[in-house]
């Protein structure tokens, strides 16, 4: 469907093939990737700016491949501090540390850049793409059928009418979206309030490292920022503050001090202090007929390892190919399984992993208590694997006839595998085409290996490292966002044999490639 855009009387009329419903990193991050694949999209939000507060902070090195894909990491790294590892600092004067040196990827690192930066970058870039991003429009209900969905909005100028093929709903915690589908979003919210401040550090910190300094009652981080100042966020008390609740400055330091770091943790200058509540909730369902959720509609996290934003750019970078896959023909209609129920299998199984890998409150506490060497070795195995798990880099997800949501070990670089599911270390997607990756001097031709794959399939050799993954020579399909969708074990010359698929259904049937 070409955009278009009818008066009609008072109402204002916009036709699409997907409407995105909130104009944040993953609203956002999911227009640029449809408009990268041509997908004709409207994103629309109902504040008529980006709001300039820091909200989340870290981009993890998944997200920096999805970035130089769309042409963006140097401009995005210009605006934040590289950071290199994550240290964990107690009263007591022992530190643990999560290094990310050595992960698979061209980046292994992570960027401290505020929320409001990450946005103007892709917002500029989804405009500069085609992309139509509508401000201070707000989504009231929709309705949807075997044909599309029709969304009503309210804007200054009036209401406005937006006919789509698909509606995602983009629009964070309080999803007006998710409330209008009926979908429940259970969790927890913890029992004490996160203080905040943002400011001049009164001693010079270390910009390569984020760090957690954890006292006998409480814990804060401390995030290097751009422009010299640093963010001093968590939970310092055990404290819940009302919502309507002032924390002035002195306050805020006159806690902070408790914790026994002294200058440390102290501002020179404050440009801002206040305080928050951290949820850990994961929405019923992902998927109603043709609206799907992503981002904080349908996920919620506490903030250790600076999961949230991450997890919404993986969710775009899911989403955004299954619909390119179903506006290309293969639509299996509003009720019937399909790409989509695949979307929300795989991101609800890792919406709930993100959670588990989050909930640092235990780990806090076994830190803060450490005095054995058998304890700080303990604690050493438990930090083991958070950096793969929080670089996003080792998703695999679950296997067809699981839900995925049960407990999972943290990914770990010595022992990951390319199976169905997996994502694959080193490998640069093409957005459009499946790529199946040959063993070192494997046949150049996709069609010496396998019949059955989609039509049009790339073909590229395995690096070292790649094969290495495998536990014998195969060869590895991938779909269009970087994850295997089979391995052929089967050498030319032989009858080729799959891998199970990692979906409940043939994902390469009807793909236009």
């Known amino acids: 469907m070409m955009h278009r855009e009818t008066n009609h009387g008072s109402v204002t009329h916009t036709g699409t093939d997907v ?23 409207v994103v629309v939000d109902r504040e008529s700016r980006i709001d300039r507060r820091t909200r989340a902070v870290m981009v993890h090195a998944a ?14 790294e210009a605006r934040g501090v590289p950071q290199q590892r994550i240290s964990f600092h107690t009263y007591r004067g022992a530190t643990h540390t999560i ?55 309210t804007g200054e100028a009036g209401p406005h009418l937006v006919t789509a093929r698909y509606l995602v709903g983009a629009d964070g915690a309080g999803s007006t979206v998710r409330e209008r589908l009926g979908v429940e979003f259970p969790g927890v919210t913890y029992p004490m309030s996160y203080l905040l401040a943002e400011g001049t550090p009164a001693v010079p910190v270390d910009r390569d490292e984020s760090a957690m300094y954890i006292g006998p009652a409480g814990a804060v981080s401390l995030l290097p920022l751009p422009d010299g100042l640093v963010r001093i966020a968590g939970p310092v008390s055990a404290a819940q503050l009302d919502r309507d609740t002032t924390v002035t400055v002195a306050e805020f330091q006159s806690t902070v001090d408790r914790l026994g770091f002294g200058s440390t943790l102290r501002l020179a200058e404050a440009r801002r202090v206040a305080h928050y509540q951290v949820h850990e909730r994961l929405a019923d369902r992902f998927r109603t007929g043709r609206a799907v959720l992503a981002g904080d509609a349908a996920h919620l996290n506490s903030p250790a390892g600076g999961q949230a934003m991450n997890t919404g750019f993986g969710d775009a970078a899911a989403l955004a ?21 695949d979307y929300a299998r795989e991101r609800r199984a890792v919406a709930a992993d993100v959670a588990r890998t989050t909930g640092v409150l235990g780990l806090l506490d076994a830190i803060r208590d450490a005095v054995t060497p058998a304890a700080h070795q303990a604690v050493e195995d438990a930090l083991s694997g958070l950096a793969e798990a929080w670089s996003q880099l080792y998703v695999t997800y679950p296997a067809a006839d699981s839900d ?67 536990p014998v020579p195969a060869a590895v399909l991938v779909r269009p966002d970087g994850h295997v969708a089979a391995v052929i074990t089967q050498p030319p010359g032989e009858h080729a044999e799959h891998t199970k698929q990692a979906h409940h259904h043939d994902v390469t049937k009807g793909v236009a490639v």
């Open 19 to 41: 409407l995105i419903i909130g104009a944040g990193p993953t609203g956002l991050m999911l227009g640029c990737e449809l408009r990268r694949r041509g997908v004709d999209c």
């Open 63 to 76: 997200a920096l491949e999805q970035f130089e894909a769309l042409g963006l990491r140097a401009e995005l």
């Open 99 to 153: 290094g990310f040196a050595g992960l698979d990827t061209a980046y292994p690192y992570y960027l401290n850049v505020p929320q409001p930066e990450a946005e103007a970058v892709l917002a500029a870039a989804y405009r500069d793409m085609g992309g139509r991003l509508i401000r201070g429009l707000r989504y009231e209900r929709h309705t949807q059928d075997d044909g599309g969905v029709r969304a009503e909005l």
């Open 321 to 341: 190919w299954r619909l390119g896959h179903l506006l290309d023909g293969a639509d299996p209609g509003p009720a019937g399984p399909g790409p989509l129920d």
């Open 404 to 470: 995925g949501v049960g407990p999972q070990e943290p990914p770990h670089r010595d022992t990951y595998r390319l199976r169905p599911g997996a994502r694959v270390p080193g490998h640069t997607p093409d957005p459009h085409h499946f790529t199946l990756l040959l063993p070192p001097g494997g046949e150049p031709s996709a069609a010496a290996w396998a019949t059955g794959i989609p039509a049009g399939t790339l073909s590229a050799g395995q690096t070292p490292r790649q094969a290495a993954l495998l």
